[in-house]
T-cell receptor, first 114, second 114 residues
Framework: DAGVTQSPTHLIKTRGQQVTLRCSPKSGHDTVSWYQQALGQGPQFIFQYYEEEERQRGNFPDRFSGHQFPNYSSELNVNALLLGDSALYLC?????????????FGEGSWLTVV | QQQVKQSPQSLIVQKGGISIINCAYENTAFDYFPWYQQFPGKGPALLIAIRPDVSEKKEGRFTISFNKSAKQFSLHIMDSQPGDSATYFCAAIYTTSGTYKYIFGTGTRLKVLA
C-alpha cells in the first residue's frame, strides 16, 4: 500500500522563476492538502483539493496555485518565486468522508530559492 | 482563535524518563486533536490522536491527556528512548464549509539522552 509520494525531493530555483511540485495521494484517498513548512516551524496550510476543486485556502498569495487530476494526484505551482518561499512543501492526503479526518503526509519537497 | 500554542519549544530528557509536551487552544469548534512526529528531513507522521469526548488515550508508550474545560491537551512519552528524538507537533482540527482544517502547533524538539 503506497503512501503519499512527492516529487521532486529537492530542487533549487532562482528568484522570479516558477516551480511545480507533484503529489500522489495514499491509495484510497481522494483529498489532497498542501502545506509549507519553514525551517523550525510547524506546517502552514496552503490549500486543499477535493473533486478537482480547491475547497479551502490558507493565507497564501495568488502566486500559489494548484490542481487536482481525476486520479486524485495533485500539483502545487508557485510563480514569481521569492527567497522567502524556501521551505519544505508537504503534501497530505485523506479520505474526504473519513470522520476522523486523519491526514497522512508525504516526505516533502525541499525548495531552495536563491 | 485559530491558534494552537505548543510548549516547550525544546525538551531534553534522560533515557527512561517521561517527556511531556503541552498544547492549548481557544476555538471550541476544534473536534479532533492529533499528534505528529517528524524526524529531520522527513514528513510528519501521525503518532496518536484523540477526540474531545475522551480524557485520555494510550498507545504503547504514548499517551494523550485531554482537558476539555481547560482547552488543553498533552502528549506523554513514557520510558523515553533516544530513537524518540524528533520534533513533535500537536494539531487541532475543525470543520468548516463542509470540509476540515488543520491548525498545527509550532513544534517541540525533543532530545533523549542515551
Amino acid at each position: 500500500d503506497a503512501g503519499v509520494t512527492q516529487s521532486p525531493t529537492h530542487l533549487i530555483k532562482t528568484r522570479g522563476q516558477q516551480v511545480t511540485l507533484r503529489c500522489s495521494p495514499k491509495s484510497g484517498h481522494d483529498t489532497v492538502s498542501w502545506y509549507q513548512q519553514a525551517l523550525g516551524q510547524g506546517p502552514q496550510f496552503i490549500f486543499q483539493y477535493y473533486e478537482e476543486e480547491e475547497r479551502q485556502r490558507g493565507n497564501f498569495p495568488d502566486r500559489f496555485s494548484g490542481h487536482q487530476f481525476p486520479n486524485y494526484s495533485s500539483e502545487l505551482n508557485v510563480n514569481a518565486l521569492l527567497l522567502g518561499d524556501s521551505a519544505l512543501y508537504l503534501c497530505a492526503s485523506s479520505f474526504y468522508r473519513n470522520s476522523g479526518n486523519t491526514i497522512y503526509f508525504g516526505e516533502g519537497s525541499w525548495l531552495t530559492v536563491v | 482563535q485559530q491558534q494552537v500554542k505548543q510548549s516547550p519549544q525544546s525538551l531534553i530528557v534522560q533515557k527512561g524518563g517521561i517527556s511531556i509536551i503541552n498544547c492549548a487552544y481557544e476555538n471550541t469548534a476544534f473536534d479532533y486533536f492529533p499528534w505528529y512526529q517528524q524526524f529531520p528531513g522527513k514528513g510528519p507522521a501521525l503518532l496518536i490522536a484523540i477526540r474531545p469526548d475522551v480524557s485520555e488515550k494510550k498507545e504503547g508508550r504514548f499517551t494523550i491527556s485531554f482537558n476539555k474545560s481547560a482547552k488543553q491537551f498533552s502528549l506523554h512519552i513514557m520510558d523515553s528512548q533516544p530513537g524518540d528524538s524528533a520534533t513533535y507537533f500537536c494539531a487541532a482540527i475543525y470543520t468548516t464549509s463542509g470540509t476540515y482544517k488543520y491548525i498545527f502547533g509550532t513544534g517541540t524538539r525533543l532530545k533523549v539522552l542515551a
